[in-house]
């Protein structure tokens, strides 16, 4: 079992930054590929960006490329997600979520086993 807390969603204006993280425990960290999707009320959870074991592969959705940045901290069991330039459309329930990372596409959700209780982030125009 892997458990998955997210935390640093909050209220910013749209141009401005923020940065949410994801603190994971249980199983080893470093045997997981982490992803961050979110959800937007009435519609589908959509992949936001992953990154591999290592740290060293990462993916983005083309929504969010050249804006947002994904890493982790395998000493701290943590991914981060730091968003520039935000929108009001990127306005969202932001979850991380662990997969193993030999399996499944890093794009899709049913991919990941383990997903956090989310954290809501919120851009104004």
């Known amino acids: 079992q892997v458990q998955l807390v997210e935390s640093g969603g909050g209220l910013v204006q749209a141009g401005g930054s923020l940065s949410v993280s994801c603190a994971a425990s249980g199983r080893t960290f470093s045997a997981y590929a982490m992803g961050w999707f979110r959800q937007a009320p009435r519609k589908e959870r959509e992949f936001v960006a992953a990154?591999?074991?290592?740290?060293?592969?990462?993916y983005y959705a083309d929504s969010v490329k050249g804006r947002f940045t994904i890493s982790r901290d395998s000493a701290k069991n943590t991914v981060y997600l730091q968003m520039n330039s935000l929108k009001p459309e990127d306005t969202a329930v932001y979850f991380c979520a662990a997969k193993f990372d030999y399996r499944g596409s890093y794009y899709y959700t049913p991919s990941y086993d383990y997903w956090g209780q989310g954290t809501q982030v919120t851009v104004s125009s």
């Open positions: 990154i591999n074991w290592s740290g060293g592969t990462t």
